[in-house]
């Protein structure tokens, strides 16, 4: 009988490691808060559609903002005097709804602000954004993420 040992002094398992991680996240957030259209086309593609909207306590109220479609409306972003601050995220209800899973946004594993897993999970002030939530899509899935970057 013989018995062969490999041993490996490469990082490929490293790699790989990395390379799965970076599968695994949603987008790192910091790439795409308070930029313009422009600068969110190159990260996320042109727009696919878009529409008016005037969320009331905005400086939209009276002057509607545009609210833009990427990706078959995976993400949906509210420009706010011209930078993206209300982003919501969809098609995410691969990954648990746990307060673990803030990491898939490229934000480090903070404790949520307030952690109600069966409804919404938020965070407050995590990394100068103003609010993160994840909300739950009855099967402790999360059905969308929601950020408020900036305006409330």
Do not use: H
Not at 58 to 82: H, L
Not at 125 to 138: H, L, P, S, Y
């Amino acid at each position: 009988m013989c018995v062969f040992f490999l041993i490996s002094c490469g990082n490929s398992n490293r790699e790989n490691q990395i390379n799965s991680e970076q599968k695994e996240n949603i987008i790192n957030v910091k790439t795409i808060i308070g930029k313009t259209e422009s600068e969110i086309e190159k990260t996320l593609g042109k727009a696919e559609s878009s529409e008016k909207v005037s969320p009331s306590s905005t400086p939209c109220k009276n002057n509607p903002c545009e609210k833009k479609f990427y990706q078959n409306n995976k993400f949906e972003i509210v420009y706010i005097d011209g930078k993206s601050d209300w982003i919501t995220i969809n098609d995410v209800s691969t990954f648990n709804c746990d307060a673990e899973n803030i990491v898939l946004l490229g934000l480090p594993s903070t404790a949520p602000s307030f952690d109600n897993p069966s409804n919404v999970i938020r965070w407050n002030d995590i990394e100068n954004i103003k609010e993160v939530d994840f909300f739950n899509n009855g099967e402790d899935k999360i059905d969308y993420i929601y950020i408020k970057a900036f305006t409330n």
